[in-house]
């Protein structure tokens, strides 16, 4: 319909006739709508956890059939004479939903091109431009996963003084809560598929109390800011969700339950069963006091 459109514009020079990005964007799976899209309308992500809840896909028949249909996004994109943020956020989200960690590194290049190229500045990214990506990194349950949400946090702070529009909130300041619980459950599936040896089991023990206490610190600056005065205008800013307490004291049970399956002998195993439950109780204690 669109060659159609260029043919009979081409015939007639008929203005009315000539495709413009939103006719091109319309076909678009995920075209995120009016550019001026509310907070409440971006992209739920709780599909992202579904999505990457066993961690990065391998490669098979339907991720290259995601990755075919990303590609085809792409060359969309570039045949447009003006494409617009909404259809960057496709691109963004096609390479993303493929599941693949090809897909989104694809998808922080598209980003990155956003914030970083001048040949496009005249595309003005906001912050749920760059959800799908933070998202997928949180819930991936990757080892990378922490930093990864941290560098994006901290790159778009920095980008937000010049760009106010893309100043992270509290979802992406929860998002490396999330980014962390997620990493420390997928050591303990990792634990449970491959060795349950008594000395594998100890060795894990301190790596899952560690994250708990990233975890739990994390979520005492997400805290602690919110209390701030700020300047802000958009208290979004500064929520923070309340599924994040929960996550942290499932960190601390974690421990409680590993540290409960090895042996009674185990050196530091007690203390570390006795440290989780009384943090289990301080986080309770926050979300009182927050």
């Not at 059939?65 to 060359?75: C, G, H, I, R, S």
């Not at 899952?208 to 975890?215: E, F, M, V």
């Amino acid at each position: 319909l669109i060659s159609e459109m260029n043919q009979a514009y081409s015939r007639t020079a008929n203005e009315s006739l000539r495709p413009d990005t939103e006719v091109y964007n319309a076909p678009l799976r995920w075209c995120g709508g009016p550019s001026q899209i509310s907070y409440v309308r971006t992209v739920p992500w709780n599909k992202y956890s579904v999505l990457f809840h066993d961690g990065f896909r391998d490669q098979n028949e339907e991720t290259d059939a995601l990755v075919d249909e990303a590609k085809l996004v792409e060359e969309w994109l570039n045949q447009m004479e003006a494409p617009d943020i909404r259809t960057h956020e496709s691109v963004i989200q096609a390479w993303v939903r493929t599941g693949t960690l090809e897909g989104v590194t694809k998808a922080e290049s598209w980003a990155l091109r956003l914030l970083e190229d001048p040949l496009i500045e005249s595309v003005q990214p906001r912050l749920q431009t760059f959800h799908p990506i933070i998202a997928a990194w949180a819930y991936s349950g990757d080892e990378r996963g922490p930093k990864k949400v941290q560098e994006w946090n901290d790159r778009l702070e920095e980008q937000s003084r010049s760009t106010p529009e893309i100043q992270p909130d509290g979802r992406i300041g929860g998002a490396l809560v999330t980014a962390w619980r997620n990493y420390q459950k997928m050591l303990l599936k990792l634990h449970n598929e491959e060795d349950t040896a008594s000395r594998s089991s100890s060795m894990l023990l301190p790596k899952l109390l560690d994250i708990a206490k990233t975890c739990a610190s994390s979520l005492e600056g997400l805290c602690d800011a919110s209390c701030q005065p700020t300047q802000q205008k958009d208290p979004l800013n500064s929520f923070i969700e309340g599924h994040l307490f929960s996550e942290v004291v499932k960190s601390w049970t974690s421990v409680i339950q590993h540290s409960h399956t090895l042996d009674s002998n185990t050196v530091g195993a007690k203390e570390a069963s006795e440290e989780a439950l009384s943090q289990v109780f301080l986080t309770a204690k926050l979300l009182d006091d927050t």
